[in-house]
């Protein structure tokens, strides 16, 4: 280090010290002699002179980014587009703001010689989770394949800008749009879509725009431009209306029964205020866009086309004026022609001829269809321009489905079934706008069988789900309310064959596959796709002349200017999807177009009706039952532990499936008794509201003098009171009851303190009613805690108590003080000592001993002479199983001694032995030997012997050698 200060010393002035070559690890030290510290001596740092030969060196240039921005109202809200901040690269690339909702959408244009005969154009629009702040949830925490929602917008965007790329323009192009942030309140797909619209302005890629997009909502009546989502969920229109400064490019309606006049008013209230996105983009063009560039034209030459129209004219005129042609037999025909065609080419060598061979036929076809339909009003299946093909339908044709319906519109054939399911089948929405959960589900496939083709199964199709989506939006508009019907539905649609209109032949089949399944929906939505044929003038571009056709042909849609599909009921439409092919259409064609539709709807409701006319119900057939309960708040408290072990067993035994949510509980069962024993389940292990009047099912949980404590609901207690046990007098309760009895009771209110009071009686008819029950529920034999050597009942009556009904918690601690309190007396009175009587003492021992012996036997004697014996009453003077009471009997028994063979009728059955009944109402006792009979029924006769009598006189039984 000594070193290089005494070099940096000697160096020259003129030598930058940036230019001395030394080792990586010591530039980092590199100062002025008297900024180096010197190792030990206590020398400081000394950074000015450092500091001003670093500020020497050479700082970064400052990049500045030339932007441009227009901004500008719309629908009272503030809208920028700003271009030259982002994505410089892209051929064009515009963000756009409304509010805190920023969406960036860019294009790029292929460089090949786009020979091909299609414009091979790709729109993929992505919502990313950060944009609204969040990770995704999937296990790699990245976004996965476009979801439907990206799908949707993707071809929202899409739609309008098509038709507005040159003829013969053939190159790819490809736009993406992208969501950078989002406050929740805008949708971006309308944004996006003007995005797209200001980015192809400023590329060099040829396209005859701007466009315009706008939402429409209306709101009491009133009509609201860029409605917010939350304005969304209250409107009964969402309206997406795109056009050109002049004419009409897309429509797309969501609508709760909208008029065709209210419809008609949104639209022209839509254009003016749509085209204020038109000069902004403008502006921004003249500003920053790059000038369009050449291109080559892949067009059919003149001379080329006519060539091939004088060879295949005649032949192809005679083929589409022919009503007896199908669908196949035409294009078998049309195949025969092309290849006649194709061998004059090949005769003469005409190789140009041949390689557009193909769109050169097609477009021979398309002018002689559409002259055909324009100069003479027929059409190629022979049908007037209004006529609704024939129609076949039917419901229920697979009884075995919740729903099932098959529908049929000339060719067009598709079948819909219906799938219910608990809430917890509804299908999660990961959009960054909307709600997070659907639960109605239109689920559209269009299998290559149905238009006799060979072709692999993928994933999700753009044109599947657009087309699922459009009839899910026409049916969604007659769901009831989930509070009213909170199943989740999922309707599915096969296409079995299509020839046109697939997706409102999903719409017919759909309405009525509901109806099929028994949801309350208040009438038929139908659907039908409306066509347009027009002459164009060449010079201006302007219609001179066009048709309108109702249930357009696969054919008519692919030759005509227009696909209008249109959905809804007598009252109204929900839904709309408008596609065109030209670069616009008057908005005054589209409009003179809602009414035929409405005419060929009501043809279909008609129709429709004819099959099924009202919803079926939902105890018919197959359907599933639902039901849906509230947890009291203790039972909410333990419903996760009910979430994580409890639902699984009780679907595993029943089979039903259970969903709790936000304190509900829902099943979902195949039929009644399924339903009936998962509620039962539900109800026992986590409880449910109490409600005075509900019957529920319990388990006894003690038995007392005056009643019964019942276990139920989820571990509540309950309190079945002596006098609510039968409609007869019960005089005791373990007569009647046991402890682990199960059994239905009512809740018939409260007392004072809280508790709840039951009543079994009033679950059983009175004597004389039709439906007579037997008043007293049979016990179980497994039944534990009674004791052989309890009381017998005498059936005397026991009223009411007036005091107030006690908890089993309080029951216990008094009963525990009550037998201390008995214990301490008795333990008192023995130790008391007793006055001494000479005159009565014994005079010996063994003469004391004598006496006392004389005078138990005498004591036996009498009680067996008396016949009589106390039946067991409710006090509480049980101990165990030791046959060891503390009180009187009251009641005699007849004369009986030990080894009398009597006949006996069972009269009870407990826990640990038999009641025996005697002629004369002499009843004794008989326990259970240990591995020994115990298969005794109520009634049946037995020979006993009398064994022994307990401390009480209550004769003891064993079963004599025969029995």
Same mark, same amino acid.
């Given at each position: ?324 042609? +199908? ?190 399944? +028994? ?445």
């Amino acid at each position: 280090m000594a070193a290089m200060a005494a070099f940096l010393r000697r160096r020259p002035n003129s030598i930058p010290l940036l230019e001395v070559t030394l080792p990586a690890c010591l530039r980092h030290r590199l100062l002025h002699p008297a900024g180096v510290r010197s190792v030990g001596s206590g020398a400081t740092l000394n950074f000015a002179s450092a500091a001003s030969d670093q500020a020497a060196e050479p700082s970064p240039g400052r990049k500045v980014l030339e932007t441009f921005r227009e901004e500008f109202e719309v629908g009272s809200r503030t809208v920028s587009i700003e271009t030259g901040k982002i994505a410089r690269f892209a051929n064009g690339a515009v963000v756009i703001t409304m509010d805190e909702t920023n969406v960036l959408s860019t294009v790029a244009s292929a460089r090949g010689d786009g020979a091909r005969d299609f414009l091979p154009l790709t729109v993929d629009y992505q919502e990313k989770q950060y944009a609204q702040g969040a990770i995704p949830t999937t296990f790699m925490r990245r976004e996965g394949a476009p979801k439907e929602r990206e799908l949707l917008c993707g071809r929202l965007i899409d739609r309008p800008i098509r038709p507005l790329f040159p003829r013969g323009f053939y190159h790819e192009v490809q736009v993406m749009a992208n969501v950078l942030s989002s406050d929740g309140k805008q949708d971006p797909d309308v944004m996006a879509a003007n995005a797209t619209s200001a980015a192809l302005m400023l590329s060099d890629i040829p396209w005859n725009g701007p466009i315009a997009v706008i939402r429409v909502g209306r709101i009491d009546g009133k009509f609201i431009f860029n409605p917010t989502m939350d304005e969304l969920s209250l409107s009964d229109l969402n309206l997406v209306y795109a056009c050109t400064k002049d004419r009409t490019l897309m429509i797309d309606v969501q609508a709760r029964e909208i008029t065709e006049k209210d419809l008609q008013a949104g639209l022209k209230l839509a254009h003016p205020e749509a085209v204020k996105y038109i000069d902004p983009q403008v502006r921004l063009a003249e500003k920053a866009g790059k000038k369009k560039r050449e291109y080559k034209l892949s067009m059919i030459s003149d001379n080329t086309l006519e060539k091939i129209r004088s060879i295949a004219k005649a032949p192809i005129q005679a083929v589409f004026t022919d009503p007896t042609y +199908g669908k196949f037999e035409r294009g078998e025909a049309l195949d025969q022609i092309t290849q006649t065609v194709k061998a004059k080419l090949e005769e003469d060598c005409d190789e140009d001829s041949l390689k557009v061979l193909p769109k050169a036929v097609d477009t021979v076809r398309k002018e002689i269809i559409r002259r055909r339909i324009i100069d003479e009003g027929f059409r190629v299946d022979g049908r007037k321009l209004d006529e609704v093909r024939p129609l076949y339908c039917e419901s229920g044709i697979y009884p075995m489905l919740h729903g099932s319906s098959l529908f049929s519109r000339g060719d067009t054939q598709v079948l819909c079934t219906v799938t219910l399911g608990a809430p917890g089948d509804a299908q999660r929405l990961d959009s960054i706008v909307g709600p997070p959960t659907k639960r109605f589900m239109l689920h559209y496939s269009f299998p290559p069988f149905s238009i006799n083709e060979v072709a692999k199964r993928g994933g999700l199709n753009r044109r599947e789900v657009g087309h699922g989506t459009l009839a899910e939006k026409a049916l969604l508009a007659l769901l009831p309310p989930e509070d009213d019907f909170p199943y989740v539905v999922r309707v599915n649609s096969e296409v079995m064959a299509s020839d046109g209109s697939t997706s409102m032949a999903t719409v017919c089949g759909g309405s009525m596959a509901l109806m099929d399944a +028994g949801i309350p929906v208040r009438e038929h939505v139908a659907g039908l796709s409306v066509g347009l044929i027009s002459d164009v003038d060449p010079s201006t571009g302007d219609i001179t002349d066009y048709r309108i056709l109702t249930d357009i042909l696969g054919l008519e849609d692919h030759l005509g200017d227009m696909d209008f599909k249109i959905a809804g009921t007598r009252k109204g439409i929900t839904a709309i999807q408008l596609d065109i092919k030209p670069a616009g259409i008057p908005l005054d064609i589209i409009c003179e177009s809602l009414e035929p539709a409405r005419k060929g709807r009501i043809q279909i409701l008609n129709r429709m009706e004819e099959k099924i006319s009202a919803p079926r119900t939902m105890d018919e057939g197959s359907t599933p039952k639902l039901a849906t309960f509230k947890l009291n708040p203790e039972s909410l408290r333990r419903s996760l532990g009910f979430l994580n072990s409890q639902r699984k067993r009780i679907e595993q035994e029943t089979g039903a499936r259970v969903s709790v949510s936000d304190g509900t509980v829902t099943i979902v069962a195949k039929n009644a008794s399924i339903m009936e024993k998962a509620q039962e389940k539900i109800t026992f292990l986590i409880g449910r509201e109490i409600e005075v009047g509900g019957i529920y099912k319990g388990v006894i949980s003690s038995v007392k003098e005056y009643g019964a404590f019942v276990e139920f609901n989820g571990g509540q207690q309950g309190l079945l009171h002596i006098s609510e046990l039968t409609h007869e007098p019960v005089s005791k309760v373990s007569d009647v009851l046991s402890v682990g009895q199960e059994l239905s009771v009512m809740c018939i209110g409260q007392d004072i303190r809280g508790n709840i009071k039951l009543s079994l009686k009033a679950t059983i008819p009175k004597k004389g009613s039709p439906d007579k029950q037997d008043p007293v529920p049979a016990k179980q034999s497994a039944n534990v805690g009674v004791s052989p050597s309890e009381d017998i009942a005498t059936g005397t009556e026991s009223s009411t108590p007036s005091i107030l009904i006690r908890s089993a918690a309080e029951c216990e601690a008094q009963e525990r003080a009550a037998v201390k309190q008995t214990k301490a007396k008795s333990r008192k009175l023995a130790s008391s000592p007793r006055p001494y009587d000479p005159l009565s003492a014994p005079q010996n021992v063994e003469e004391s001993s004598l006496k006392k012996k004389k005078k138990t036997k005498d004591k036996a004697r009498t009680k067996r002479k008396a016949g009589t014996e106390k039946d067991v009453s409710n006090d509480t003077a049980r101990k165990g199983d030791d046959g060891d009471e503390k009180s009187e009997p009251s009641v005699q028994q007849q004369s009986l001694k030990i080894g009398d063979r009597r006949p006996a009728k069972v009269y009870q059955i407990r826990a640990h032995g038999l009641v025996l009944e005697l002629s004369g109402g002499i009843r004794g006792m008989y326990k259970f030997e240990v591995n020994g009979r115990r298969d005794f029924e109520v009634g049946k006769e037995l020979q006993v012997r009398c064994s022994s009598f307990s401390s009480k006189g209550i004769p003891v039984f064993s079963l004599s050698e025969n029995e």
